[in-house]
C-alpha cells in the first residue's frame, strides 16, 4: 500500500473568515496574512494506492471558472493536480475511485474539465463518490452555503453515470473508512485511513489547519458551528486515544500532526511533512 499527498495548487482567503470569532491578535500567531488580510490555503488532495484500487481523495477547484472567479483566488503556480500526479508516476487513467469529502468548489472542481462539447471527466476510469447527503445539500444550497456549490463541478458526473453515493458510515475499502460530520456542511465525507499500524485521517474542512484543533477556532464558513465543536471535542479525544495522525488539506505551512494533551486541552504535539513516515515503523505512538 502507497499514500503520496497530492498537491491541487494554494490559493489566499481571509484570515478572518478562516477562523471565524478568533480574533486575529490570536489566530496571526498561527498564521501570518498579508497586506489585504489573507492568508495561504492548501488544496492538498491525497492519493492511497492499495494495488486494484487506486482511490484520490478530493481533486482541488480546477481550471473552468471565469478569470474574473480565479481573481478574487489569489492562485499561485507551483502546484497543479496533473501535474503532482505525474510526478508520483500516475496518469488520470489509473485512478479507480475519487471522494469527494463534499461538493463545495475547492473540493471537488478539479474532477472536470469544460470542453467545445461540454464536460469530460479528468479521471475516465474512476467511480466518483460524495455522500447523499451533500449531494442533496449542493443541489438545493441554503443562502450562507450558494456561492461555494458549482453545479458544473458534480451535475454532470452524475447525467455521465460516474458518480455513486456514500449512504452510511463504514468501509469503503480494505484500508479506507468512511465517516460522516455535518459542523461545516452536511454529509461530509471523512476518510479514515489504514497505513503501517497507524490511522491517517484526512482532515478536509472537518479541521482545516493545524491552527483550528482548539474547540472554539471554527471557520466562519461552518454552516453549524456548534456541531463543528461538539464534533471536533469527541474527534480529539478518539484521536488522542488512537495516536491518529491528522493529515490536513488546507494547511499551507504543514502537512501532518500527532496530538498531546495538556492541563487545559489538546492541542497539535508534532508537526510534520507526510513523507517522514516512511522513515520509521511506528513513529509517534504512546
Known amino acids: 500500500m502507497k499514500i503520496y499527498p497530492v498537491e491541487s495548487g494554494n490559493y489566499k482567503s481571509d484570515g478572518g473568515a478562516c477562523f471565524g470569532v478568533v480574533p486575529k ?6 498564521c501570518e496574512a498579508d497586506e ?73 472542481g478539479g474532477a472536470l474539465i469544460r470542453t467545445d462539447d461540454g464536460f469530460e471527466a479528468v479521471f475516465p476510469n474512476a467511480v466518483h463518490w460524495c455522500s447523499k447527503q451533500q449531494w442533496n445539500w ?26 455513486k453515493f456514500i449512504e452510511t458510515e463504514g468501509e469503503f475499502s480494505d484500508k479506507i473508512n468512511l465517516r460522516l460530520f455535518n459542523g461545516h456542511t452536511d454529509g461530509q465525507i471523512i476518510p479514515f485511513i489504514k497505513y ?22 471554527v471557520s466562519s464558513f461552518d454552516t453549524r458551528p456548534l456541531i463543528s465543536m461538539q464534533e471536533k471535542e469527541l474527534f480529539l479525544k478518539e484521536a488522542l486515544n488512537n495516536s491518529y495522525i491528522l493529515f490536513f488539506e488546507h494547511d499551507a505551512l504543514n502537512e501532518c500532526c500527532t496530538l498531546q494533551k495538556t492541563h487545559k486541552w489538546i492541542k497539535a504535539d508534532k508537526v510534520f511533512k507526510f513523507k517522514e513516515l516512511f522513515h520509521f515503523e511506528k513513529p509517534f505512538l504512546y
Not at 491578535?25 to 498561527?30: L, T, V, Y
Open 138 to 163: 449542493a443541489n438545493n444550497p441554503n443562502p450562507r452555503e450558494g456561492a461555494s456549490y458549482f453545479p458544473e463541478n458534480f451535475v454532470p458526473l452524475k447525467e455521465k453515470g460516474m458518480l
Open 25 to 30: 491578535s490570536i489566530w496571526k500567531k498561527f
Open 196 to 217: 503501517n499500524n497507524l490511522t491517517v485521517v484526512y482532515m478536509a474542512d472537518f479541521i482545516p489547519s493545524a491552527g483550528h484543533i482548539p474547540i472554539p477556532y
Open 36 to 108: 489585504n488580510n489573507l492568508i495561504p490555503v492548501s488544496q492538498r488532495c491525497l492519493l492511497v494506492d492499495e494495488g486494484d484500487k487506486i482511490t484520490l481523495i478530493d481533486t482541488g477547484m480546477g481550471d473552468k471558472q471565469s478569470e474574473k472567479f480565479y481573481s478574487y483566488q489569489y492562485r499561485t503556480e507551483e502546484y497543479s493536480l496533473l501535474k503532482s500526479l505525474q510526478e508520483l508516476g500516475y496518469t488520470p487513467q489509473q485512478i479507480t475511485d475519487v471522494i469527494f469529502t463534499h461538493l463545495h468548489y475547492d473540493h471537488c
